[in-house]
């Protein structure tokens, strides 16, 4: 079995920083994509970036430019460096990965989610 935990969220105002931090852990064999999505009150989930193992960061074109994601393959985890934040940033942040258990089975994995809220 194999969790994510999210963590590093927070209140924060406007034009400030935050740093989320994913961590997988488990029978884990590999992890391909990794990724973040947030949830603002009363909107659905939207995607936000995602990384693969060894390449780098695509983003929602909401974020580009403020956002950073990067990863640790060693630690199996995933981190969104957040610059330059708004309120409409505010909501639920999840993590999302692909992984490869050691038993081969493949699966889309979610974390909890970590509130980021952003005060203008």
């Known amino acids: 079995q194999v969790q994510l935990v999210e963590s590093g969220g927070g209140l924060v105002q406007a034009g400030g920083s935050l740093r989320l931090s994913c961590a997988a852990s488990g029978s884990i064999f590999s992890i391909d994509d990794m990724g973040w999505y947030r949830q603002a009150p009363g909107k659905q989930r939207e995607w936000v970036a995602t990384?693969?193992?060894?390449?780098?960061?695509n983003y929602a074109a909401s974020v580009k430019g403020r956002f950073t994601i990067s990863r640790d393959n060693a630690k199996n985890t995933v981190y969104l460096q957040m610059n330059s934040l708004k309120p409409e940033d505010t909501g639920v942040y999840y993590c999302?990965?692909?992984?490869?258990?050691?038993?081969?089975?493949?699966?889309?994995?979610w974390g909890q989610g970590t509130q980021v809220t952003v005060s203008s």
């Open positions: 999302n990965a692909d992984v490869t258990s050691t038993s081969r089975a493949s699966f889309n994995v």
């Open positions: 990384t693969r193992s060894g390449g780098s960061g």
